[in-house]
């Protein structure tokens, strides 16, 4: 496809279930970011990975959160035994190139955990 | 610490000229973004500042001024389409992005 793409937009858990969120960036890019938005917020940076290197993980909460880039093209978050206070939008972007580029963003999903 | 603040909300009228203002305080500076973001959607680039100076782009303009750390997106001729969230984000000395908690902007006939 021509943009970011996410799966699922809408997850809902019960707490202490392990979700998986996946990631599928834009065809080439290099870089590939994960944040963490709540509600009224802007989001907040969990990591980054450059191709399939996690070069920065020093966002992620807790952990049970865990991402993963295997073949330097999709990514999957992991929260394990969720919480409700991980209830939130989970942003996927990638950029072409390094950092200091524009990073477009995935439509997002919402995980809510009862 | 690092912050970034700008007006939780603003109001403008269908044709008019609203100025959106952010302030930062960041360890390093490597530019500033605006994304635009419409609600359950996600954000989407505007603008890029890493000169001082401002840069326009069609109805939007961004400004920067490092020495203030200071930034404002001015929006020009309103559309209705244009109500969403402006958000500011400041990539830090780490290369991160650093993000404001956006700005409602509410435009009315």
């Known amino acids: 496809g021509a943009g970011v793409s996410q799966s699922p937009r809408y997850k809902v858990a019960k707490r202490g279930q392990d979700v998986a969120l996946r990631c599928d960036p834009i065809s080439g890019h290099v870089s590939l970011f994960w944040y963490q938005q709540a509600l009224g917020q802007g989001p907040e940076f969990l990591t980054y990975f450059q191709n399939e290197a996690q070069l920065d993980k020093s966002g992620l909460p807790s952990d049970r959160f865990f991402a993963e880039r295997p073949e330097g093209s999709v990514s999957t978050l992991k929260i394990q035994r969720t919480q409700q206070e991980d209830s939130a939008v989970y942003l996927c972007?990638?950029?072409?190139?390094?950092?200091?580029?524009?990073?477009?963003f995935g439509p997002g999903t919402r995980l809510t955990v009862l | 610490g690092q912050n970034i603040d700008q007006p939780t909300e603003m109001t403008a009228t269908e044709g008019a000229i609203v100025q959106i203002n952010c302030t930062y305080q960041?360890?390093?500076?490597?530019?500033l973004f605006w994304y635009q973001q419409h609600a359950g959607e996600a954000p989407t680039f505007l603008s890029y500042n890493v000169l001082d100076g401002l840069e326009e782009k069609g109805r939007f303009s961004s400004f920067l001024s490092r020495s203030k750390g200071y930034s404002y997106l001015l929006l020009k001729e309103l559309q209705m389409k244009d109500s969403a969230s402006y958000l500011c984000?400041?990539?830090?000395?780490?290369?991160?992005?650093?993000w404001g908690a956006g700005t409602k902007l509410i435009i009315k006939p």
């Open positions: 972007a990638s950029s072409s190139r390094g950092q200091i580029n524009e990073q477009f």
């Open positions: 984000a400041v990539m830090d000395s780490n290369y991160q992005l650093i």
């Open positions: 960041t360890s390093g500076f490597n530019g």
